[in-house]
C-alpha cells in the first residue's frame, strides 16, 4: 500500500461519523467556509432579520398547502398516511408557535457561527426530526426536509439578490455564506436519514441522544441557544467545548480535531497549514484588528475578463474596488 502523497490530507472515516467537529471541519474545509463568510453571515444579520417573517410564512403556507406535510403538525410523523380528526390551520396557536420557533431558528442559521455551539444546535435539529431526541417523538421523512432547506435557500437569496441598497459584492457575501451553511445544516439533516457509517455509532450515542429528549426546545446541552435572552446564556466558548464531551472514537478530544489542522498529525500536511487556518470552529472575524486586512469578500471566483475566464486569486487589483 503507497502512503499518501504529499500534500493530500488524511480524513478518517470513523471520526467523519462518530465526531461532530470533525465532519464539520471536513465539510468546511470541502466548502471553502472561511473568514470571509463568517464576516458576511454577521455583517448580514441586520438585513436578513427583516425578511425572516415573511420567509417563515412562506415556508408554513408551503408545509400546509399538501396533506402529506400538513398531516405532520397533527401525526407528527410523515410515514403516517391518515387524515387527521381536524385539520390544522396557519391561524392555529401551534402553527404560530411553530412560526416563532422556525423564525429564531432562521436567526440562529444566520448568525455568528464561529462557536461549536452553533452547529451543534443544527445537528439537534436534524436529529429531532428523526423521532429521536424528544421526548414526544416527531418523524419528518428526508425528502421533505431536503425540500424545506431548498425553498429557505432560495427565498433568501432572492430576498438578498433584491435588496434595493446593498452593494453587489457584499449580495454576493452573503448570498454565499448562506447557501454553505445551509448545506451543512442538509448534512446534518441527512445524516440522521442515511445508513453510511452505522458501524460507527454504538450504545454512547444513544444514551447521549436519550438525555438530549429531557430538554426543552431551543437548548443544547442545557443551555438556551434560541430566542430571546439566548445571547447571553449560550457563551460557549472554544475552550469549554472541549471538556465538554470526553473524546472522538480515536481518542481525540475536540480540541485536538479543532486544532489538527494547524498542528496536524499527518506528517505531509505542512503544505497545507496556511489554508487550513481558515476554520470557523477557530476563527473570529478579524475586522477590528489593524494589521490584519479583512480578505476580499463577495468576488467571484471565475470572473470573465475581456472575453477570458479569470481566477480570484489573478485578480489584480479588485475590480470592485475604487480606490
Ligand atoms: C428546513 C427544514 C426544517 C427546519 C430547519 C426545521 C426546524 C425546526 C425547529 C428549529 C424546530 C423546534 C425547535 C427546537 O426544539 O429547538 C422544529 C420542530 C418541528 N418541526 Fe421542523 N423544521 C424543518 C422542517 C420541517 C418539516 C418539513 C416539518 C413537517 C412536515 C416539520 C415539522 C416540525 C414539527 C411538527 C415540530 C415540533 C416538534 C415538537 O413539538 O417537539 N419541520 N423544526
Known sequence: MAEIPKGMEHVDRRELYTSLPARIQYLQQFLEFGADDVVALIDGQKYIKTIIPAIVNMVYKKLLKHDITARVFSTRDSRN????DRWIKE?????????MFLRWYLTKLNSDPSKMEYWQY????????????????????????????????????????????????????????????????????????????????DAADDEEIRAEAGEPEGYVHGRKVLGSGSEESSSIDASSISSEKSTTSLGRSIEQVRLSGEQSKCPFSGMAVDMDKQRATTWRPRRHEPEAKPPPTGIPRLYVVDGKTVCKEKLEPNPWDED
Open 81 to 84: 398516511e391518515e387524515n387527521p
Open 91 to 99: 391561524e392555529d396557536a401551534q402553527i404560530t408557535h411553530r412560526k
Open 122 to 201: 443544527l445537528d439537534k435539529v436534524g436529529l429531532m426530526h428523526v423521532g429521536k431526541g424528544r421526548r414526544n417523538p416527531l418523524h419528518v421523512d428526508y425528502l421533505f426536509l431536503g425540500a424545506c432547506l431548498g425553498y429557505i435557500q432560495d427565498s433568501m437569496t432572492e430576498a438578498i439578490l433584491s435588496h434595493p441598497r446593498l452593494e453587489l459584492t457584499q449580495k454576493i457575501a452573503i448570498v454565499k455564506a448562506i447557501g454553505k451553511v445551509i448545506w451543512i445544516q442538509n448534512d446534518l439533516m441527512a445524516k440522521w436519514h442515511v445508513e453510511d457509517g452505522r458501524e460507527f455509532t
